[in-house]
């Protein structure tokens, strides 16, 4: 079975400061997708990077990059230049790599806050 | 852009009454999800459906839980008997044409059972 676990319950930072969310996961599966959903007030889930386990490259989007370490399991998310917008829960998740037909396994999720 | 909508935004019913949730998935998606959020906790995964059928369902998806495309545009989720505990955020996604490995979400209902 495959598990996610954010450490991070909370966490803050100063508008415009760079900041980065943990998210490391548990798998037998080679191949797989990574993505981090914002949860802002109004609770929708919001798809804000996917990283595919494959690729070496990082995802990147806009303000958002991931650190996605393979072997050790890790996919962290850098916000840079942080908005005040960007206050919300964000979840980490993890979805196995077989057309279609996939539910999704979320973390706990990490409460963001945006200082002014 | 095409998006996933959900109906009612919120809903609140008694304990024991039967409830729908409705879904309209993006329209060339064959792949359909339930997924439920208790407040305060994360989303869990309750169902997949593919092909007019359950594809896999969770520990949580028991028998007074009830998927459907009753038409080509709708896909529902049915509690028979409510209880407290399945007060939540529910939340549709959907999956498929061109591209299977992103999941689009909808907003999610709000359930309240009193």
């Known amino acids: 079975a495959q598990t996610v676990t954010q450490s991070q319950p909370e966490m803050s930072v100063q508008e415009a400061e760079t900041v980065t969310l943990s998210c490391t996961y548990d798998?037998?599966?080679?191949?797989?997708?990574l993505f981090w959903y914002k949860q802002p007030p109004s609770r929708q889930m919001i798809l804000v990077i996917r990283?595919?386990?494959?690729?070496?490259q990082n995802a990147t989007e806009n303000r958002f990059s991931v650190n996605f370490q393979k072997a050790a399991k890790s996919f962290s998310l850098k916000i840079s230049d942080s908005q005040l917008g960007d206050t919300a829960m964000y979840f980490c998740?993890?979805?196995?790599?077989?057309?279609?037909?996939?539910?999704?396994?979320f973390g706990a999720g990490t409460r963001l806050t945006v200082k002014p | 852009e095409p998006e996933v909508t959900q109906t009612p935004s919120h809903q609140v019913t008694q304990m024991g009454q039967e409830v729908i949730l409705r879904c309209v998935p993006i329209?060339?998606?064959?792949?359909f999800y339930w997924y439920r959020q208790i407040l305060g906790q994360k989303v869990e995964f309750l169902v997949s459906?593919?092909?007019?059928?359950?594809?896999?369902k969770s520990e949580i998806f028991d028998d007074q839980f009830s998927v459907e495309r009753p038409d080509g545009s709708n896909f529902t989720l049915k509690i028979r008997s409510t209880k407290l505990e399945d007060s939540a955020m529910y939340f549709c996604a959907s999956t498929g044409g061109t591209s299977t490995d992103t999941q689009y979400f909808g907003p999610g209902t709000r359930l309240t059972v009193l």
């Open positions: 798998t037998s599966e080679s191949n797989y997708y």
């Open positions: 998740a993890f979805m196995k790599h077989v057309k279609g037909n996939n539910d999704m396994r």
């Open positions: 329209s060339n998606h064959l792949y």
């Open positions: 990283q595919e386990a494959y690729k070496q």
């Open positions: 459906f593919y092909n007019n059928e359950i594809s896999e």
